[in-house]
């Protein structure tokens, strides 16, 4: 974030008023909310995260998603240790301005969706996965 800090002084656009590039500092957790005790909820989600990360079925795509999340979050808390802020510099529509490490977070969770999903799918249409009844 100190590229963006020391050259982003002004929007630049990039797609008119639509996208561009906006330094915003973020004191909040996910887009500016504020919660009490931040630090203690960091925690918790990076604790949910390798918990879930260590007990998730080892693929691939699952890797990437929860290398990604992991990277993200760390990036985030990173950036918040210097000052107590978090340096959000991307503008796309209405949404709030938000950062790469908040975009990695998105789509890690994204990815374990899709995957979650089609794991369901795939178990739902495989007829072996289904318990067979035994006859008595």
Known sequence: MAIVDRFLDHRVAIVGSFAGLERSFNAGVAFSVHLPA????????LTLVIVAA???????????????????????????????????????????????????VTVG????????????????KDPRSKRQETKA
Do not use: H, K
């Open 54 to 104: 260590i007990r998730s079925e080892r693929t691939r795509l699952n890797a990437v998603a929860f290398g990604l999340i992991i990277g993200g979050a760390l990036g985030n808390i990173l950036d918040r240790a210097i000052d107590g802020l978090v340096t959000d510099y991307i503008q796309v529509g209405t949404f709030p301005v938000f950062n790469l490490a908040d975009s990695c």
């Open 109 to 124: 969770v994204a990815l374990l969706a899709v995957e979650m999903v089609v794991g369901w799918w795939r178990r739902r």
């Open 38 to 45: 931040q630090s203690f909820l960091v925690v918790v989600a």
